[in-house]
């Protein structure tokens, strides 16, 4: 099945320490999304691709950084973790022709130690 | 700008009992509306979508979605519930691509309801 593929599920790093979060995509999907979730709260966009156009929201800090080698991957780099951080995050894609339906991965949930 | 607003941070209900969720939104423009549902420790999937047309959208489960111009909202009813049906419900927004603006294709999220179903 056609799908949207978060690794890994749950990851554990130490404060200040580098982490990259995985997306990868079999849906041939030209946009792609990263979302931060806390715990009670609504996702809030971190940035998004446009094929290799990136658009980073105004207010996502400088510590997260994305890559996007090609179609089905793209990575998030999170360069000094703080306690803050420790959240749900969730890729999600969306093919420019559709009506603005977004397909979710099942998230990778951050521990900041 | 856009915003959502869920009225109800929890709902709880018994199994077979009816629901509502319900969701209001403001924006300048034409909106795309949807309703996402999130299981414990998962993304979010897509449960139905209002784009045009019929005011009233239904789910392959049940669920139905009524939206109100006039009243600017997008209330989610089922009229028997689940246990299966427990997780957190998010109402969201976005631009048609008509509508221009930077913010076509991105959604804006409401704060979620949490259904939980008891036996």
């Known amino acids: 099945d056609a799908m949207v593929i978060q690794n890994p599920r749950y990851q554990v790093t130490q404060f200040g320490k580098p982490v990259t979060l995985s997306c990868s995509q079999t849906?041939?999907?030209?946009?792609m999304y990263w979302y931060q979730q806390k715990s009670s709260q609504a996702p809030k966009l971190l940035f998004h691709?446009?094929?290799?156009?990136?658009?980073n929201e105004a207010d996502t800090p400088d510590n997260f950084q994305s890559r996007r080698p090609n179609t089905s991957f793209c990575f998030l780099d999170i360069r000094s973790p703080g306690l803050g951080d420790a959240a749900m995050y969730l890729c999600?894609?969306?093919?420019?022709?559709?009506?603005?339906?977004?397909?979710f991965g099942p998230g990778t949930r951050l521990t900041v130690l | 700008a856009q915003s959502v607003t869920q009225l109800d941070s929890q709902v709880p209900v018994f199994e077979e009992a009816p629901v509502e969720l319900r969701c209001n939104y403001s924006?300048?423009?034409?909106?795309?509306l949807f309703w996402y549902v999130q299981y414990p420790n998962q993304g979010l999937q897509l449960l139905l979508k209002?784009?045009?047309?019929?005011?009233l959208v239904e789910s392959i489960n049940g669920f139905e979605a009524e939206f109100n111009k006039s009243q600017t909202s997008f209330h989610l009813r089922k009229p028997s519930v689940h246990i299966s049906d427990t997780a957190e419900y998010f109402c969201?927004?976005?631009?048609?691509?008509?509508?221009?603006?930077?913010?076509?294709?991105?959604?804006?999220f409401g704060q979620g309801t949490i259904l939980t179903v008891h036996p």
């Open positions: 999600a894609t969306r093919t420019s022709g559709s009506p603005n339906e977004q397909f």
């Open positions: 849906l041939n999907h030209n946009v």
């Open positions: 691709y446009y094929d290799k156009d990136f658009n």
């Open positions: 924006s300048s423009v034409s909106v795309y």
């Open positions: 209002y784009l045009s047309g019929s005011t």
């Open positions: 969201a927004v976005t631009r048609p691509p008509y509508a221009g603006g930077t913010s076509y294709g991105k959604l804006t």
